[in-house]
């Protein structure tokens, strides 16, 4: 559902349950959830989130200035540089040996780190995915793009980006399923959006996750 308030458009999405309230909450990635009691009406459920309208606008507003510009990456040999991995932040010697490296073999180490890390986890997730949509890959490569998380080709050959070991399971799945359906469906029709939606049907939530934080996951 969405509203429109002054020059804003405001997108949430509903859940339905047990309850005699209506809340609204907003998640870190941005998105507006409304857990609204079963049976509601989208009128009374819209006019709830037009009450609050200045609220998730200032919110979302403050979410995103705190999303701009990240620092610059440390590469500290006492490991306190901070590096996202699965969805989390982790301690450079927490994913790589830092004892007697120079900054220089750091990052290497650390590309070279996310670069397996990634070729396992999409090797582990696939599987299921691919026989769910019948979509079978010749051939699946770990590369490394400035603009894209995946791609699918006319010979069936996938490839993702290896900072996607950076991101949350949930968020490689997406890029996972998306570049799957490429199999059946090369361009974004109609047709391949259903067939996105009917193995993950939250895949809007997934790919805004990887919209807005995408520029921290970064070298």
Same mark, same amino acid.
Not at 3 to 24: C, G, L, P, S, W
Not at 29 to 49: D, F, H, S, Y
Not at 195 to 202: A, Q, R, V
């Given at each position: ?18 309850? +005699? !309230? %209506? ?11 409304? =857990? $609204?009691?079963?049976?509601?009406? @989208? ?75 990634? +070729? !396992? %986890? ?11 949509? =019948? $979509?079978?890959?010749?051939?699946? @490569? ?78």
């Amino acid at each position: 559902m969405n509203i429109q308030h002054n020059d804003h458009t405001i997108e949430f999405h509903v859940e339905y349950a047990k309850r +005699k !309230k %209506i809340y609204v909450q907003i998640e870190p990635n941005g998105l507006v959830t409304v =857990k $609204a009691p079963n049976g509601m009406p @989208e009128a009374e459920i819209q006019a709830a989130v037009a009450q609050q309208a200045d609220w998730i606008i200032e919110t979302r507003s403050k979410q995103d200035k705190a999303r701009e510009a990240p620092k610059p990456k440390e590469y500290k040999k006492d490991g306190e540089g901070e590096f996202l991995y699965l969805g989390r932040r982790c301690r450079l010697d927490e994913l790589i040996p830092t004892e007697g490296r120079t900054e220089e073999q750091l990052r290497g180490d650390l590309k070279k780190f996310y670069f397996s890390s990634c +070729k !396992k %986890i999409v090797n582990e997730r696939i599987g299921p995915y691919a026989k769910q949509l =019948k $979509a079978e890959p010749k051939v699946i @490569e770990i590369i490394e793009s400035a603009n894209k998380w995946g791609s699918c080709d006319s010979r069936k050959r996938l490839n993702f980006n290896y900072l996607l070991a950076m991101a949350p399971p949930y968020a490689i799945d997406y890029v996972i399923v998306h570049e799957l359906c490429h199999i059946h469906h090369m361009n974004h029709d109609r047709s391949f959006w259903r067939k996105l939606g009917s193995i993950l049907p939250d895949y809007k939530e997934r790919e805004a996750y990887l919209n807005r934080y995408g520029n921290f996951m970064v070298m």
